[in-house]
């Protein structure tokens, strides 16, 4: 049975920006750093409330991953270009620079992030805030983030650290993979705890509970990415993006990404009944055959599986992502590939910010063994992190 819903009646940082009159950007000159989950209650954009409240000099935009109006694909390298309603400077950051270059911050008073995150390391919108609020820091520029909720809750924490050699976009700095933080929470967390120094003013929601999820918010969902289709997804992405470091389809290219995956040469009777057999709490297996229709194995054919959340509350998803790995190598070790990343490096060893996870799984290490191996370093994640949270359980 789904689980039951209750909705609150949640107010997003850019919510209580604008009830406050924008007082805290009147007067300065502000650049933007948004996509189109940057919307208020109303599904008004940061950029018209801005520009209508008079005094905010708004004068720059800036663009993560998928550009600044959501289109690009994963991956897909973004230029800069001039917003054709604005007229304002559209500084990519997903392009030649993956933080704002010292001149586009020429001028400014104040850079303000608000974009929806997923609560999860390795979505590059983290990394995008944290390596803009470390430029804005070595610029003197204020950096001013519109809270939004944790989609997937800010209780349940998962995974382990980004190992030194191991920082990139999709882990900039060592937090665990579902981390458990709002963006505004993590922003102070990183600011404080890795002496980033910046500037920075978190403005933070009213009515937000840490247990929430994205549907309990009373919230619009504005999918925060192409291929971010709803909260199931998100559910089960922080283990099931494990499978961009193989060879293995994650499901772009299908309706179901990330809840879908599988191969040309992938025997999905024989991995769902392999993964239905590991009693993994919160979800369901059931043999699927598609055919992406871009991405890996685009237009063949491929066997595999549907992941079905069951339990949200009861699903471990990074733990499901290291089981999906092993079962795929361990019944295809002559077709499952390990993919590259930048600079020749294993695209699963920056996914999962170290090489001892694809170490310990090639040498036939139970997950539920690599899982508690981050035990140690999560209690003490959880300690630390306890005077930066800004919302009660």
């Given at each position: ?163 030194p050699g191991f920082e990139s976009l999709v ?35 009213t009515g937000w509970r840490r247990g929430m ?91 595999g599986v549907q992941a079905h959340v069951t ?83």
């Amino acid at each position: 049975m789904p689980p039951e819903v209750t909705r609150m009646s949640v107010s997003t940082g850019l919510d209580v920006l604008a009830a406050e009159g924008f007082k805290r950007l009147r007067g300065r000159r502000v650049g933007l750093i948004t996509n189109p989950t940057g919307v208020d209650r109303l599904l008004r954009a940061n950029v018209d409330l801005m520009v209508a409240a008079g005094g905010v000099g708004l004068v720059a935009l800036f663009g993560p991953e998928h550009g600044i109006r959501g289109e690009a694909p994963a991956g897909q390298r973004v230029g800069s270009s001039t917003d054709p309603v604005t007229r304002l400077p559209v500084y990519s950051l997903y392009g030649e620079h993956d933080k704002p270059a010292p001149e586009t911050l020429g001028g400014l008073d104040a850079l303000v992030f608000d974009i929806q995150g997923a609560g999860v390391r390795f979505y590059t919108y983290a990394s995008t805030m944290l390596k803009a609020m470390e430029a804005a820091a070595q610029t003197g520029v204020r950096f001013v983030v519109l809270d939004r909720p944790n989609p997937i809750n800010g209780q349940a924490v998962e995974g382990g650290p980004v190992e030194p050699g191991f920082e990139s976009l999709v882990g900039w700095r060592s937090v665990p993979i579902r981390h458990g933080l709002t963006l505004g929470e993590l922003a102070w967390y990183v600011n404080e705890v890795f002496g980033v120094g910046a500037d920075l003013d978190v403005v933070a929601m009213t009515g937000w509970r840490r247990g929430m999820w994205y549907d309990q918010t009373g919230l619009s969902f504005v999918p925060p990415s192409p291929n971010t289709t709803g909260l199931d997804m998100l559910a089960l992405y922080p283990g099931t993006c494990f499978l961009e470091g193989t060879n293995v389809s994650e499901g772009r290219g299908t309706t179901k990404p990330f809840e879908v995956f599988g191969a040309p040469w992938a025997d999905g009777r024989r991995l769902a009944a392999h993964l239905n057999g590991r009693g993994l709490d919160g979800v369901r297996f059931r043999p699927v055959h598609f055919r992406p229709l871009t991405s890996k194995h685009e237009g063949h054919e491929c066997g595999g599986v549907q992941a079905h959340v069951t339990d949200r509350s009861a699903l471990r998803p990074v733990r499901l992502g290291l089981e999906i790995v092993a079962a795929l190598r361990a019944l295809h070790p002559d077709r499952f590939v390990w993919v590259g990343g930048r600079e020749g490096r294993s695209y699963f060893d920056l996914l999962t910010g170290t090489a001892q996870v694809r170490s310990a799984i090639e040498a036939g290490q139970a997950p539920a063994d690599i899982e508690r191996s981050w035990a140690g370093w999560l209690a003490d994640y959880l300690a630390r992190r306890q005077p930066y949270l800004l919302y009660k359980e």
